[in-house]
DNA sequence: AGCCGATAATGAAACGTTTCAAAAATGCTA
DNA sequence: TAGCATTTTTGAAACGTTTCATTATCGGCT
């Protein structure tokens, strides 16, 4: 019991070298096959498990991949880790992964731990600033793909969506429906993601003037403060007639506070989220989303990372995907509009 | 650029031996202000950050603790992930999470990894069958807490709700509301935590025969199957008027279902789901739910596999926690008493 | 000034691998 | 069978820490 047995204890049994077992083990030429079963069974009898800390203090190679994200409980993050996890296994790799909350100095302590740990490489999803863990990053030469959220730095790899375009089409859309006055919700405006989709979101209106007008909603996590807010823009005159929140959290709030204000969509408001929840398909009427590439930003950033783990002078590249409308029945044109007919 | 300054770097530039940078370092006793100060100074300039693979090989212990589960995108397991990251990071200690897609020879794969790669200990949410892992995990004396799904072990502490009782209070529930043919929709059978909901709900059945009957279908996650199936069930003279799904994602299937056959609840059916979907709420009407009380399983598993770090020979021991009803406007009288009125 | 007991600082061993120069064994050729 | 070229095998160094037995330094007392 307990017992964790080590190369030289394998060396010992099978009346060989610890060079040999080493051979044996990560198969090199040089071993002869007698040998190399000998080996084997002596691994096999005693449950031989390579300690790969003391591979990793020898080698340099730790295999294991950091990643840093704000939270886990959002469907998006969950599913990236659980895309890497796979990807990572399939090749031998291990994640670590650690939470920032959003905040940077948090990010930069949990960075620096990963760091110490000798992690090869790093996906980070950044927080709205994370200049001192971007600089240690690149004084430590660490590999790193920097996934979303944040302006472009360019000492390292990127994989984002092209927000900006994706909100300005879904704005587009709507006021293709006829929407004349919009509301748009967004929770931090200091990410990047955000701006560049509020950017994208005035595009539109831009375009559109003076017909069409887009406000802004900024708000916390404080959903009594946001209901109070969505009401009064709510009860005016000349309401907003499609409402856009920025993330599934926000629509989630959002749609809470709509049902409790007895607003139906589309009827009274069209509804459009940002990010894809897993409940889009069944609130009634289904909602409308603009949906993230997941698997793709996934696959991207690994595949990325990997290829500058093999050659790392690569010249730091800026991976674009587009995300989609998904329209659904809480979209339509505006009530006004509606009563014209 | 890609400096990884060490301790005899450190040593050098302080002017010290490494023994005495060591010590500063952990701060143990026996080091002068002036030596402190110059140490400190010295580790600031080169921005050392200590190496946590040499200090796992030398001392023993990693501080990293491994976290097998089946998957993330489940809300219920990507909580526990974020409950146990920040526990882990105010203590010094790192999460490596590992998935298991709930297969037994995977799992122990995956579990091998963790151990190569000496975590001091490992929290493990099992598939339908971790003998085997079990049995590695208890040869190699590896602090373990299972949590839930599995038949108890003598050998491990466990952690788990205690799903009998839940599910025969919640189905009591149901036919103290009335309702006397119900239906229970279940995905894997083969885990533990499946039968002893099944036997909860049984045993509530049971002390109300003949007049209550309970049927249950099981389905894997083809959701046509499903469909089909429950459209059976439904479409029959004395159909059920009561559903209970046996976790989120089937609660989200069966609302899909429910909602393409036109069924809707309570008026027609009333309905049910274990585990609490963030959903929930918003559904309409909403959805009643068992309730996992999830910050606890964390805490508690937690505490209880940091007390074995510190004291291994624990005689193992097994803490349940109850999982209470939310009632919601999703459960109602059956149908007829509802016409009778 | 010389000693003594504390307190500080040092340096080498050890953790479990990999790697590599060197030694040993083997096979071939003449 | 001696000599040489290969192929195997070996043993020790190295990775960056911690630990601990030694040694050095210091302050306080006679």
Not at 139 to 165: K, L, Q
Not at 281 to 294: E, F, G, N, Q
């Amino acid at each position: 019991m307990n017992s964790k047995p080590t190369i030289l204890d394998v060396a010992r049994r099978a009346g060989v070298s610890v060079g040999t077992v080493s051979n044996a083990l990560n198969d090199r030429g040089n071993v002869s096959a007698a040998r190399r079963e000998n080996v084997a069974r002596a691994m096999a009898d005693l449950g031989y498990v390579p300690n790969r800390v003391a591979q990793t203090l020898r080698g340099g190679e730790s295999h294991v991949i950091g990643l840093c994200t704000p939270v886990t409980s959002s469907a998006y993050f969950a599913a990236l880790l659980e895309m890497f996890e796979d990807l990572a296994a399939r090749q031998g790799y291990e994640i670590m992964q650690v939470l920032s909350h959003g905040e940077p100095a948090l990010e930069l302590r949990r960075v620096q731990a990963l760091v110490g740990r000798n992690v090869d490489g790093l996906i980070l999803i950044p927080t709205h600033d994370s200049q001192a863990t971007l600089d240690l990053l690149a004084e430590r030469g660490m590999p790193t793909v920097v996934v979303d959220r944040v302006a472009r730095d360019p000492r390292f790899d990127y994989v984002a969506i092209d927000d900006r375009r994706a909100m300005r089409e879904a704005t587009q859309h709507l006021i293709g429906l006829g929407h004349r006055r919009l509301l748009y919700l967004v929770r931090d405006t200091r990410l990047s993601t955000t701006q560049r989709r509020i950017e994208g979101y005035r595009d539109a209106v831009r375009a559109a003037r003076p017909t069409v007008t887009g406000a802004v909603i900024q708000r916390d996590s404080d959903e009594a403060a946001l209901a109070r807010q969505v009401a009064d823009a709510i009860a005016v005159p000349r309401a907003p007639t499609a409402l856009i929140a920025s993330n599934s959290a926000l629509a989630l709030s959002l749609v809470r506070i709509l049902q409790q204000l007895r607003v139906s969509w589309p009827d009274d408001v069209a509804l459009l989220a940002f990010d894809e929840p897993v409940w889009a398909p069944i609130v009634t009427p289904p909602l409308a989303v603009v949906r993230h590439p997941t698997r793709q930003i996934a696959t991207e950033a690994w595949n990325r990372l990997l290829l500058r783990l093999r050659t790392p002078d690569l010249r730091p590249k800026r991976i674009t995907l587009q995300a989609h409308l998904v329209p659904a029945a809480s979209l339509g044109p505006p009530r006004s509009t509606h009563r014209a007919r």
